[in-house]
């Protein structure tokens, strides 16, 4: 439980927030088109069932780590452009970082331990 609490002492809690909520959001779409494919699907029954449990249990993982890939996008982004301000149109940012959070967050199984070993790098 110390582990846990260090690992997560790294995070702003406003953060840690904003990132799990984007992270259930994501989880929610892609539970309506698996459940939405899931009935149009022919497979059998059984095959239906273990099919979207598995895909929950997957997406459920990737929610949990899209805070660690989140902060690793954020380190790397801050390296790279330093303080630089980017001034761009509203219609061209929030598809941007839609695209870019939900790669992260499909990408959060593989990025996800990389950002908890620089958190836990971090706080040591």
Partial sequence: ??????LY?????????????????FFLLMSLALVFGAINANDGIFNKISHLIFMFVYMAI???????SKMLWDNTKSFV??????????FFLFPAKFIVNGLLWSMSLFLGPVGIAYAWYKTK
């Fill in 1 to 6: 439980m110390d582990h846990i609490h260090r």
């Fill in 9 to 25: 002492s790294y995070f702003n809690k406003e953060y840690l927030k904003r990132a799990y909520v984007i992270g259930c959001m």
């Fill in 62 to 68: 990737i929610t949990l780590l899209f805070p660690f």
């Fill in 81 to 90: 452009l330093g303080n630089t301000i980017l001034i761009t149109s509203v």
